[in-house]
Protein backbone atom coordinates (compact mmCIF):
# COMPACT_ATOMS: atom_id res chain seq x y z
CA UNK A 1 0.00 0.00 0.00
CA UNK A 2 0.82 3.67 -0.17
CA UNK A 3 0.33 5.28 3.37
CA UNK A 4 -1.36 8.73 4.01
CA UNK A 5 2.18 10.62 3.25
CA UNK A 6 4.54 8.52 0.47
CA UNK A 7 7.67 9.78 1.35
CA UNK A 8 7.52 8.63 5.16
CA UNK A 9 6.14 5.22 4.03
CA UNK A 10 9.44 2.95 4.15
CA UNK A 11 10.25 4.37 7.42
CA UNK A 12 6.90 3.45 8.82
CA UNK A 13 7.13 0.19 7.73
CA UNK A 14 10.52 -0.41 9.32
CA UNK A 15 9.26 0.98 12.59
CA UNK A 16 5.92 -1.25 12.47
CA UNK A 17 8.07 -4.22 11.68
CA UNK A 18 10.36 -3.42 14.98
CA UNK A 19 7.24 -3.28 16.68
CA UNK A 20 5.83 -6.33 15.83
CA UNK A 21 8.98 -8.17 17.24
CA UNK A 22 8.36 -6.56 20.02
CA UNK A 23 7.13 -8.80 22.91
CA UNK A 24 5.80 -5.73 24.85
CA UNK A 25 6.26 -1.95 24.49
CA UNK A 26 6.75 0.61 26.47
CA UNK A 27 4.76 3.54 25.02
CA UNK A 28 6.00 7.25 26.09
CA UNK A 29 4.57 10.49 25.30
CA UNK A 30 4.38 14.11 25.84
CA UNK A 31 1.87 16.00 28.14
CA UNK A 32 0.07 18.38 25.32
CA UNK A 33 -2.75 17.91 23.28
CA UNK A 34 -0.88 16.43 20.47
CA UNK A 35 1.38 14.22 23.06
CA UNK A 36 -2.16 12.69 24.23
CA UNK A 37 -3.48 11.91 20.76
CA UNK A 38 0.00 11.29 19.80
CA UNK A 39 -0.57 8.26 22.28
CA UNK A 40 -3.87 7.43 21.99
CA UNK A 41 -3.66 6.51 18.12
CA UNK A 42 -0.13 4.38 19.01
CA UNK A 43 -2.33 2.80 21.57
CA UNK A 44 -5.15 1.87 19.34
CA UNK A 45 -2.61 0.56 17.00
CA UNK A 46 -0.96 -1.34 19.40
CA UNK A 47 -3.98 -2.67 20.84
CA UNK A 48 -4.89 -3.51 17.42
CA UNK A 49 -2.05 -5.29 16.54
CA UNK A 50 -1.81 -7.64 19.43
CA UNK A 51 1.19 -5.90 21.18
CA UNK A 52 1.03 -5.44 24.78
CA UNK A 53 2.26 -2.15 26.00
CA UNK A 54 2.21 0.39 28.78
CA UNK A 55 1.61 4.00 28.60
CA UNK A 56 3.47 6.47 30.01
CA UNK A 57 3.60 10.42 30.10
CA UNK A 58 6.74 12.66 30.80
CA UNK A 59 6.18 17.23 31.01
CA UNK A 60 9.78 17.19 29.49
CA UNK A 61 12.20 14.00 27.93
CA UNK A 62 14.75 15.39 29.91
CA UNK A 63 17.78 12.93 31.16
CA UNK A 64 16.07 11.91 33.81
CA UNK A 65 12.87 11.12 32.45
CA UNK A 66 14.86 8.83 29.43
CA UNK A 67 17.01 7.17 32.55
CA UNK A 68 13.25 6.25 34.16
CA UNK A 69 12.66 4.72 30.96
CA UNK A 70 15.76 3.14 30.62
CA UNK A 71 15.39 1.84 34.26
CA UNK A 72 11.69 0.05 33.34
CA UNK A 73 12.12 -3.66 31.96
CA UNK A 74 11.10 -2.75 28.55
CA UNK A 75 13.46 -3.84 25.70
CA UNK A 76 11.39 -1.98 22.77
CA UNK A 77 10.30 2.30 23.47
CA UNK A 78 8.27 3.58 21.45
CA UNK A 79 8.19 7.63 21.78
CA UNK A 80 5.84 9.91 20.39
CA UNK A 81 5.57 13.34 20.21
CA UNK A 82 9.46 13.81 21.66
CA UNK A 83 12.37 11.68 21.02
CA UNK A 84 13.73 13.20 18.43
CA UNK A 85 15.35 16.40 20.17
CA UNK A 86 16.68 13.40 22.32
CA UNK A 87 18.42 11.01 20.25
CA UNK A 88 21.33 12.06 21.49
CA UNK A 89 20.42 11.25 25.32
CA UNK A 90 18.82 8.17 23.91
CA UNK A 91 21.40 7.00 21.73
CA UNK A 92 23.52 6.39 24.77
CA UNK A 93 21.24 4.43 26.53
CA UNK A 94 20.70 2.59 22.60
CA UNK A 95 24.62 1.98 22.51
CA UNK A 96 24.56 0.39 26.26
CA UNK A 97 21.58 -2.06 25.35
CA UNK A 98 19.03 -0.54 27.61
CA UNK A 99 16.52 -0.26 24.96
CA UNK A 100 15.76 0.06 21.40
CA UNK A 101 13.69 3.39 20.56
CA UNK A 102 11.19 3.60 17.90
CA UNK A 103 10.59 7.21 17.44
CA UNK A 104 7.50 9.17 16.06
CA UNK A 105 7.63 12.49 16.38
CA UNK A 106 7.99 15.94 14.49
CA UNK A 107 10.48 18.18 16.63
CA UNK A 108 13.96 19.33 15.33
CA UNK A 109 15.88 16.24 15.27
CA UNK A 110 19.32 16.18 17.81
CA UNK A 111 22.93 15.71 16.01
CA UNK A 112 22.57 11.93 15.61
CA UNK A 113 19.70 9.43 14.03
CA UNK A 114 18.46 6.22 14.96
CA UNK A 115 17.31 3.37 12.96
CA UNK A 116 13.50 3.59 13.60
CA UNK A 117 13.20 7.25 13.03
CA UNK A 118 9.97 8.47 11.90
CA UNK A 119 10.01 12.04 11.42
CA UNK A 120 8.58 14.75 8.73
CA UNK A 121 11.75 16.96 8.74
CA UNK A 122 13.98 14.16 7.76
CA UNK A 123 12.35 14.12 4.77
CA UNK A 124 11.86 17.56 3.64
CA UNK A 125 8.11 17.84 5.38
CA UNK A 126 7.93 20.50 7.71
CA UNK A 127 7.18 19.31 11.28
CA UNK A 128 5.77 22.87 12.67
CA UNK A 129 3.20 23.55 9.83
CA UNK A 130 2.48 19.88 7.73
CA UNK A 131 2.91 17.10 10.29
CA UNK A 132 2.40 16.61 14.15
CA UNK A 133 3.55 14.44 16.64
CA UNK A 134 -0.27 12.46 15.98
CA UNK A 135 0.11 12.71 12.47
CA UNK A 136 3.80 11.29 12.67
CA UNK A 137 2.08 8.77 15.12
CA UNK A 138 -0.85 7.82 12.43
CA UNK A 139 1.71 7.29 9.31
CA UNK A 140 3.09 5.02 12.15
CA UNK A 141 -0.87 3.49 12.88
CA UNK A 142 -1.37 2.82 9.09
CA UNK A 143 2.21 0.74 8.47
CA UNK A 144 1.25 -1.29 11.63
CA UNK A 145 -2.49 -2.07 10.66
CA UNK A 146 -0.66 -2.66 7.05
CA UNK A 147 2.14 -4.67 8.11
CA UNK A 148 0.51 -6.82 10.41
CA UNK A 149 -2.67 -8.12 8.09
CA UNK A 150 0.18 -8.98 5.67
CA UNK A 151 1.68 -11.25 8.51
CA UNK A 152 -1.50 -12.47 9.11
CA UNK A 153 -2.94 -13.23 6.05
CA UNK A 154 0.11 -14.31 4.42
CA UNK A 155 2.83 -15.08 6.42
CA UNK A 156 4.57 -11.87 5.84
CA UNK A 157 5.61 -12.17 2.37
CA UNK A 158 3.65 -9.54 0.36
CA UNK A 159 0.88 -7.61 0.72
CA UNK A 160 -2.50 -9.22 -0.54
CA UNK A 161 -3.56 -6.93 -2.97
CA UNK A 162 -7.44 -7.96 -2.46
CA UNK A 163 -7.53 -7.25 1.06
CA UNK A 164 -10.90 -6.22 2.34
CA UNK A 165 -9.42 -3.94 4.97
CA UNK A 166 -10.05 -1.44 2.77
CA UNK A 167 -13.78 -1.28 3.42
CA UNK A 168 -13.64 -0.88 6.94
CA UNK A 169 -11.82 1.94 8.64
CA UNK A 170 -10.64 0.65 11.79
CA UNK A 171 -9.25 -2.87 10.18
CA UNK A 172 -6.60 -0.48 8.01
CA UNK A 173 -6.84 2.50 11.20
CA UNK A 174 -7.95 5.17 8.86
CA UNK A 175 -10.57 5.90 12.08
CA UNK A 176 -7.58 7.07 13.71
CA UNK A 177 -7.12 9.66 11.71
CA UNK A 178 -9.43 12.11 13.60
CA UNK A 179 -7.67 12.52 16.61
CA UNK A 180 -4.04 12.73 14.15
CA UNK A 181 -6.07 16.17 13.18
CA UNK A 182 -7.06 17.22 16.46
CA UNK A 183 -3.39 16.58 17.52
CA UNK A 184 -2.18 19.24 14.55
CA UNK A 185 -4.95 21.41 15.76
CA UNK A 186 -4.13 21.32 19.00
CA UNK A 187 -0.04 21.95 18.00
CA UNK A 188 -1.54 24.94 15.96
CA UNK A 189 -0.68 23.41 12.37
CA UNK A 190 -3.96 25.20 10.63
CA UNK A 191 -2.18 27.89 9.75
CA UNK A 192 -4.40 30.44 7.99
CA UNK A 193 -7.63 28.83 8.93
CA UNK A 194 -6.50 25.88 7.29
CA UNK A 195 -4.50 22.24 7.62
CA UNK A 196 -1.51 21.99 4.60
CA UNK A 197 0.66 19.13 3.02
CA UNK A 198 0.54 15.80 4.70
CA UNK A 199 -1.82 16.78 7.52
CA UNK A 200 -4.06 17.43 4.73
CA UNK A 201 -3.70 13.83 3.48
CA UNK A 202 -4.83 12.65 6.51
CA UNK A 203 -8.00 14.89 6.52
CA UNK A 204 -9.09 13.17 3.09
CA UNK A 205 -8.22 9.72 4.49
CA UNK A 206 -10.53 10.70 7.70
CA UNK A 207 -13.00 12.19 5.37
CA UNK A 208 -13.16 8.80 3.35
CA UNK A 209 -13.47 6.94 6.64
CA UNK A 210 -16.49 8.93 7.63
CA UNK A 211 -14.48 10.26 10.69
CA UNK A 212 -13.92 13.75 9.78
CA UNK A 213 -16.16 16.55 8.08
CA UNK A 214 -15.07 19.34 6.72
CA UNK A 215 -16.44 22.82 5.60
CA UNK A 216 -15.49 26.23 5.62
CA UNK A 217 -17.16 28.31 8.81
CA UNK A 218 -16.63 31.07 11.22
CA UNK A 219 -13.37 30.30 12.41
CA UNK A 220 -14.09 31.31 16.48
CA UNK A 221 -13.98 28.76 19.10
CA UNK A 222 -16.43 27.66 20.88
CA UNK A 223 -18.99 26.55 18.10
CA UNK A 224 -19.94 23.50 19.59
CA UNK A 225 -19.90 24.57 23.32
CA UNK A 226 -20.08 28.31 23.97
CA UNK A 227 -23.72 30.42 23.90
CA UNK A 228 -24.03 32.76 20.82
CA UNK A 229 -23.49 35.87 23.28
CA UNK A 230 -20.02 34.39 24.86
CA UNK A 231 -18.89 32.65 21.15
CA UNK A 232 -18.61 36.56 20.07
CA UNK A 233 -17.62 38.04 23.20
CA UNK A 234 -14.53 36.17 23.97
CA UNK A 235 -13.94 35.75 20.19
CA UNK A 236 -10.82 38.27 20.68
CA UNK A 237 -8.22 37.32 17.69
CA UNK A 238 -9.87 39.17 15.47
CA UNK A 239 -11.27 42.61 17.16
CA UNK A 240 -14.98 43.78 16.32
CA UNK A 241 -15.21 46.89 18.21
CA UNK A 242 -18.05 46.75 19.94
CA UNK A 243 -18.22 43.23 20.35
CA UNK A 244 -15.38 41.87 21.35
CA UNK A 245 -14.70 41.89 24.59
CA UNK A 246 -17.84 43.57 25.10
CA UNK A 247 -20.70 41.26 26.29
CA UNK A 248 -23.30 43.87 26.20
CA UNK A 249 -22.16 44.83 22.57
CA UNK A 250 -22.45 40.90 21.94
CA UNK A 251 -26.10 41.03 23.31
CA UNK A 252 -26.81 43.81 21.47
CA UNK A 253 -25.31 42.56 17.82
CA UNK A 254 -27.73 39.29 18.21
CA UNK A 255 -30.73 40.71 19.60
CA UNK A 256 -30.45 43.55 16.29
CA UNK A 257 -30.39 40.28 13.85
CA UNK A 258 -34.10 39.23 12.90
CA UNK A 259 -33.42 35.65 14.46
CA UNK A 260 -34.70 33.46 17.00
CA UNK A 261 -31.66 32.34 18.82
CA UNK A 262 -32.89 31.89 22.19
CA UNK A 263 -34.78 28.70 22.77
CA UNK A 264 -36.59 27.74 26.40
CA UNK A 265 -34.93 30.84 27.60
CA UNK A 266 -31.53 29.57 26.90
CA UNK A 267 -29.19 31.42 24.25
CA UNK A 268 -28.71 28.82 21.76
CA UNK A 269 -25.24 27.77 20.46
CA UNK A 270 -23.16 28.04 16.72
CA UNK A 271 -23.44 24.45 16.03
CA UNK A 272 -27.07 23.92 16.37
CA UNK A 273 -28.30 26.87 14.19
CA UNK A 274 -29.59 26.14 10.31
CA UNK A 275 -26.73 26.68 7.47
CA UNK A 276 -29.14 30.51 7.02
CA UNK A 277 -28.63 31.10 10.19
CA UNK A 278 -25.19 30.40 10.34
CA UNK A 279 -24.77 32.42 7.17
CA UNK A 280 -26.81 35.61 8.56
CA UNK A 281 -24.84 36.07 11.59
CA UNK A 282 -21.37 35.58 9.62
CA UNK A 283 -22.38 38.35 7.41
CA UNK A 284 -23.36 40.68 9.79
CA UNK A 285 -20.37 39.79 12.09
CA UNK A 286 -18.21 40.94 8.70
CA UNK A 287 -20.70 44.06 7.68
CA UNK A 288 -20.43 44.59 11.49
CA UNK A 289 -16.61 44.49 10.99
CA UNK A 290 -15.73 46.42 7.65
CA UNK A 291 -18.13 49.16 9.13
CA UNK A 292 -15.67 50.22 11.57
CA UNK A 293 -12.78 50.01 9.51
CA UNK A 294 -10.84 46.28 10.26
CA UNK A 295 -8.66 45.20 7.56
CA UNK A 296 -9.87 43.05 4.89
CA UNK A 297 -6.93 40.60 5.81
CA UNK A 298 -7.78 40.74 9.18
CA UNK A 299 -11.27 39.99 8.53
CA UNK A 300 -10.07 36.88 6.11
CA UNK A 301 -9.20 35.72 9.84
CA UNK A 302 -13.09 35.40 10.62
CA UNK A 303 -13.33 32.14 8.04
CA UNK A 304 -11.76 28.87 7.89
CA UNK A 305 -12.07 25.14 7.70
CA UNK A 306 -13.81 23.94 10.60
CA UNK A 307 -12.58 20.14 11.34
CA UNK A 308 -15.52 17.94 12.71
CA UNK A 309 -15.91 14.64 14.26
CA UNK A 310 -19.11 13.67 13.03
CA UNK A 311 -19.23 10.69 15.49
CA UNK A 312 -19.12 12.68 18.45
CA UNK A 313 -22.21 14.58 19.87
CA UNK A 314 -23.59 18.07 18.33
CA UNK A 315 -22.52 20.77 21.28
CA UNK A 316 -19.62 18.78 22.80
CA UNK A 317 -15.96 19.57 23.04
CA UNK A 318 -15.36 16.27 21.14
CA UNK A 319 -17.26 17.39 18.10
CA UNK A 320 -14.95 20.04 16.91
CA UNK A 321 -10.71 19.75 16.41
CA UNK A 322 -10.59 23.09 18.27
CA UNK A 323 -12.31 22.76 21.02
CA UNK A 324 -11.22 18.91 21.75
CA UNK A 325 -7.36 19.89 21.48
CA UNK A 326 -8.09 22.33 24.20
CA UNK A 327 -10.01 19.85 26.46
CA UNK A 328 -6.91 17.54 26.20
CA UNK A 329 -4.59 20.25 27.23
CA UNK A 330 -6.81 20.96 30.48
CA UNK A 331 -5.68 17.15 31.22
CA UNK A 332 -2.37 16.63 29.79
CA UNK A 333 -0.57 20.13 31.10
CA UNK A 334 -2.22 19.78 34.88
CA UNK A 335 -0.95 16.06 35.23
CA UNK A 336 -3.90 14.46 34.68
CA UNK A 337 -2.44 12.75 31.34
CA UNK A 338 -4.64 9.34 31.99
CA UNK A 339 -7.83 11.51 31.93
CA UNK A 340 -7.39 12.81 28.61
CA UNK A 341 -5.98 9.71 27.00
CA UNK A 342 -8.97 8.48 28.46
CA UNK A 343 -11.15 10.57 26.34
CA UNK A 344 -9.22 10.02 23.44
CA UNK A 345 -10.36 6.68 23.83
CA UNK A 346 -13.25 6.74 23.67
CA UNK A 347 -14.79 8.38 27.54
CA UNK A 348 -13.46 5.26 29.43
CA UNK A 349 -14.12 5.48 33.19
CA UNK A 350 -16.08 8.95 32.90
CA UNK A 351 -12.74 10.53 31.85
CA UNK A 352 -15.10 13.23 29.83
CA UNK A 353 -16.76 14.82 32.85
CA UNK A 354 -13.46 14.84 34.74
CA UNK A 355 -11.99 16.33 31.88
CA UNK A 356 -14.70 19.21 31.93
CA UNK A 357 -13.94 19.69 35.45
CA UNK A 358 -10.20 20.73 34.62
CA UNK A 359 -11.34 22.40 31.55
CA UNK A 360 -12.76 24.90 33.78
CA UNK A 361 -9.78 25.15 36.18
CA UNK A 362 -8.01 25.73 32.80
CA UNK A 363 -9.71 28.27 31.11
CA UNK A 364 -9.83 30.66 34.01
CA UNK A 365 -6.19 30.21 34.35
CA UNK A 366 -5.45 31.17 30.73
CA UNK A 367 -7.62 33.91 31.32
CA UNK A 368 -6.03 34.90 34.38
CA UNK A 369 -2.43 34.35 33.03
CA UNK A 370 -3.35 36.58 30.29
CA UNK A 371 -4.67 39.70 32.40
CA UNK A 372 -1.62 38.97 34.37
CA UNK A 373 1.10 39.49 31.64
CA UNK A 374 -0.92 42.08 29.44
CA UNK A 375 -1.15 44.24 33.04
CA UNK A 376 2.51 43.77 33.81
CA UNK A 377 3.31 44.56 30.63
CA UNK A 378 6.13 42.88 28.82
CA UNK A 379 10.32 44.36 28.34
CA UNK A 380 10.85 45.12 25.12
CA UNK A 381 14.62 44.54 23.58
CA UNK A 382 15.62 45.05 19.65
CA UNK A 383 14.32 42.11 18.38
CA UNK A 384 12.11 40.38 20.76
CA UNK A 385 9.87 40.60 23.78
CA UNK A 386 9.56 38.82 27.43
CA UNK A 387 8.46 38.61 30.95
CA UNK A 388 8.70 36.78 34.00
CA UNK A 389 5.96 34.94 35.21
CA UNK A 390 7.99 33.84 38.26
CA UNK A 391 5.58 31.61 39.89
CA UNK A 392 2.03 32.87 39.01
CA UNK A 393 2.06 30.98 36.09
CA UNK A 394 2.37 27.57 35.65
CA UNK A 395 5.10 26.51 33.39
CA UNK A 396 3.16 23.96 31.53
CA UNK A 397 0.84 26.89 30.49
CA UNK A 398 2.64 30.09 30.38
CA UNK A 399 3.74 29.42 26.48
CA UNK A 400 -0.07 29.15 25.07
CA UNK A 401 -0.58 32.34 27.75
CA UNK A 402 2.36 34.28 26.09
CA UNK A 403 0.62 33.52 22.44
CA UNK A 404 -2.25 34.22 23.29
CA UNK A 405 -1.46 37.63 25.06
CA UNK A 406 0.74 38.41 21.88
CA UNK A 407 -1.28 41.61 20.28
CA UNK A 408 -2.83 42.80 23.12
CA UNK A 409 -2.29 46.40 24.81
CA UNK A 410 1.59 46.66 24.57
CA UNK A 411 2.20 43.40 23.53
CA UNK A 412 3.56 43.50 19.47
CA UNK A 413 2.63 40.36 17.12
CA UNK A 414 6.44 41.68 15.12
CA UNK A 415 8.50 40.09 17.64
CA UNK A 416 8.54 37.17 19.18
CA UNK A 417 7.87 36.66 23.07
CA UNK A 418 9.45 34.52 25.29
CA UNK A 419 8.35 33.67 28.71
CA UNK A 420 9.90 32.42 31.79
CA UNK A 421 8.61 29.93 34.74
CA UNK A 422 9.63 28.62 38.12
CA UNK A 423 10.09 25.32 36.85
CA UNK A 424 8.82 22.30 39.06
CA UNK A 425 9.74 18.94 39.42
CA UNK A 426 8.77 16.51 36.74
CA UNK A 427 7.18 13.82 37.80
CA UNK A 428 5.32 11.39 35.62
CA UNK A 429 2.11 12.01 35.69
CA UNK A 430 0.74 8.25 35.43
CA UNK A 431 0.41 6.65 39.08
CA UNK A 432 0.75 10.36 41.09
CA UNK A 433 -1.61 9.95 44.01
CA UNK A 434 -5.36 11.14 43.67
CA UNK A 435 -4.28 13.77 46.46
CA UNK A 436 -0.86 15.33 44.83
CA UNK A 437 -3.07 15.19 41.62
CA UNK A 438 -5.98 17.06 43.37
CA UNK A 439 -2.93 19.81 44.84
CA UNK A 440 -1.87 20.04 41.59
CA UNK A 441 -5.21 21.15 40.06
CA UNK A 442 -4.51 24.80 40.22
CA UNK A 443 -2.45 27.38 37.72
CA UNK A 444 -0.33 27.90 39.93
CA UNK A 445 3.14 26.27 39.36
CA UNK A 446 3.28 23.63 42.58
CA UNK A 447 5.92 23.93 45.91
CA UNK A 448 8.04 21.19 44.42
CA UNK A 449 10.42 23.43 42.75
CA UNK A 450 12.94 22.34 40.20
CA UNK A 451 15.79 24.39 42.41
CA UNK A 452 18.00 26.79 39.91
CA UNK A 453 15.75 26.05 37.45
CA UNK A 454 13.90 28.32 34.57
CA UNK A 455 11.39 27.17 32.41
CA UNK A 456 11.57 29.38 29.17
CA UNK A 457 8.41 29.33 26.37
CA UNK A 458 8.66 31.02 23.33
CA UNK A 459 6.08 32.19 20.46
CA UNK A 460 6.15 33.84 16.86
CA UNK A 461 3.80 33.95 14.10
CA UNK A 462 3.63 32.72 11.00
CA UNK A 463 4.82 35.94 9.58
CA UNK A 464 7.53 35.98 11.03
CA UNK A 465 8.69 32.75 10.46
CA UNK A 466 8.19 33.68 6.92
CA UNK A 467 10.69 36.35 7.38
CA UNK A 468 13.01 33.86 8.67
CA UNK A 469 12.24 33.40 12.47
CA UNK A 470 13.53 30.05 13.94
CA UNK A 471 12.82 29.77 17.59
CA UNK A 472 13.78 26.32 17.82
CA UNK A 473 17.13 27.66 17.18
CA UNK A 474 16.82 30.79 18.79
CA UNK A 475 15.99 29.59 22.37
CA UNK A 476 18.28 26.36 21.78
CA UNK A 477 21.42 28.03 21.07
CA UNK A 478 20.82 30.58 23.99
CA UNK A 479 20.04 28.11 25.96
CA UNK A 480 22.68 26.28 25.25
CA UNK A 481 25.27 29.09 25.26
CA UNK A 482 24.53 29.22 29.66
CA UNK A 483 24.44 25.61 30.24
CA UNK A 484 21.07 25.12 29.76
CA UNK A 485 19.16 23.48 26.55
CA UNK A 486 15.71 23.54 24.45
CA UNK A 487 14.14 22.91 20.58
CA UNK A 488 10.64 22.99 19.73
CA UNK A 489 9.39 24.30 16.92
CA UNK A 490 10.31 27.26 14.08
CA UNK A 491 7.13 29.32 15.64
CA UNK A 492 6.73 28.07 18.81
CA UNK A 493 9.75 26.88 21.37
CA UNK A 494 10.76 26.19 24.68
CA UNK A 495 13.85 25.54 26.84
CA UNK A 496 14.94 25.36 30.33
CA UNK A 497 17.75 27.45 31.81
CA UNK A 498 19.44 28.03 35.08
CA UNK A 499 18.69 30.82 37.39
CA UNK A 500 20.61 33.80 37.28
CA UNK A 501 21.74 33.59 33.77
CA UNK A 502 18.32 34.89 32.50
CA UNK A 503 19.82 37.85 31.25
CA UNK A 504 23.02 36.82 29.42
CA UNK A 505 20.20 34.02 27.81
CA UNK A 506 18.10 36.67 26.56
CA UNK A 507 21.06 39.09 25.06
CA UNK A 508 22.30 36.25 23.47
CA UNK A 509 17.96 34.92 21.85
CA UNK A 510 17.98 38.77 20.82
CA UNK A 511 21.21 38.52 18.79
CA UNK A 512 19.96 35.24 17.22
CA UNK A 513 16.88 36.84 16.39
CA UNK A 514 18.05 39.82 14.79
CA UNK A 515 20.34 38.12 12.49
CA UNK A 516 17.28 35.66 11.78
CA UNK A 517 15.05 38.75 10.62
CA UNK A 518 17.50 40.78 9.09
O1 LIG B 1 5.35 19.95 22.05
P1 LIG B 1 4.99 20.87 20.98
O2 LIG B 1 5.05 20.42 19.57
O3 LIG B 1 3.71 20.04 21.16
O4 LIG B 1 4.03 22.03 21.23
C1 LIG B 1 3.64 22.87 20.24
C2 LIG B 1 3.24 24.14 20.92
O5 LIG B 1 3.50 25.19 20.04
C3 LIG B 1 1.74 24.21 21.27
O6 LIG B 1 1.56 24.76 22.55
C4 LIG B 1 1.22 25.12 20.20
O7 LIG B 1 0.10 25.82 20.60
C5 LIG B 1 2.39 26.04 19.96
N1 LIG B 1 2.29 26.73 18.68
C6 LIG B 1 1.97 28.08 18.66
N2 LIG B 1 1.81 28.74 17.48
C7 LIG B 1 1.95 28.08 16.32
C8 LIG B 1 2.29 26.72 16.31
C9 LIG B 1 2.46 26.06 17.52
O8 LIG B 1 1.83 28.67 19.72
N3 LIG B 1 1.75 28.74 15.21
O1 LIG C 1 -1.05 24.82 23.27
P1 LIG C 1 -1.47 26.00 22.44
O2 LIG C 1 -0.56 27.16 22.49
O3 LIG C 1 -2.11 25.56 21.20
O4 LIG C 1 -2.75 26.52 23.26
C1 LIG C 1 -3.64 27.54 22.91
C2 LIG C 1 -5.00 27.01 23.34
O5 LIG C 1 -5.92 27.96 23.77
C3 LIG C 1 -5.59 26.31 22.17
O6 LIG C 1 -5.76 24.96 22.52
C4 LIG C 1 -6.90 27.02 21.94
O7 LIG C 1 -7.89 26.16 21.49
C5 LIG C 1 -7.20 27.60 23.29
N1 LIG C 1 -8.08 28.76 23.20
C6 LIG C 1 -9.05 29.00 24.17
N2 LIG C 1 -9.87 30.09 24.06
C7 LIG C 1 -9.72 30.94 23.04
C8 LIG C 1 -8.72 30.73 22.06
C9 LIG C 1 -7.92 29.62 22.17
O8 LIG C 1 -9.17 28.22 25.11
N3 LIG C 1 -10.52 31.99 22.95
O1 LIG D 1 6.37 24.21 26.73
P1 LIG D 1 6.02 24.95 25.49
O2 LIG D 1 4.57 24.83 25.16
O3 LIG D 1 6.48 26.36 25.47
O4 LIG D 1 6.81 24.23 24.36
C1 LIG D 1 6.86 24.71 23.04
C2 LIG D 1 7.61 23.73 22.18
O5 LIG D 1 8.99 23.65 22.59
C3 LIG D 1 7.08 22.34 22.31
O6 LIG D 1 7.13 21.77 21.03
C4 LIG D 1 8.05 21.65 23.22
O7 LIG D 1 8.12 20.28 22.98
C5 LIG D 1 9.35 22.33 22.88
N1 LIG D 1 10.30 22.32 24.01
C6 LIG D 1 11.57 21.74 23.87
N2 LIG D 1 12.46 21.74 24.91
C7 LIG D 1 12.15 22.32 26.09
C8 LIG D 1 10.87 22.92 26.26
C9 LIG D 1 9.96 22.90 25.19
O8 LIG D 1 11.87 21.20 22.81
N3 LIG D 1 13.04 22.31 27.09
ZN1 LIG E 1 3.60 18.07 18.98
Known amino acids: MTGPV ?5 RAVACANRLLEADSVLLASHIDADGLTSAAVAAQALERAEIPFETVFEKQLDEAAIARVAATEYDTVLFTDFGSGQLDVIGEHEDAGAFTPVIADHHQPADRDTEFHLNPLLFGINGASELSGAGASY ?30 PRADNRDLAALAVVGAVGDMQASGGELHGANAKIVEEGVDAGVLETGTDLALYGKQTRPLPKLLEYATDVQIPGISNSERGALRFLDELD ?6 GEWRRWSGLSSDEKQTIASALVQRAVSKGVPASKIDQLVGTAYVLPEEPVGT ?43 RDHRRNLSNGIDLVTEKGVTHEDNLQWFDAGDEIRETIVGIVAGMAMGNQGISRSKPILAFAEKSANPRSAGKSADAQAADQSGEATTENDGGKLKVSARGTHALVRQGLDLSVVVGEAARAVGGDGGGHDVAAGATVPKGDEMEFLERADEIVGEQLS
Open 139 to 168: VLARALADVSSTTATDGGTKPAETATTATN
Open 317 to 359: ELRDASEFSTLLNATARYERADVGLGVCLGDRDGALERARKLL
Open 6 to 10: PALED
Open 259 to 264: LELKRD
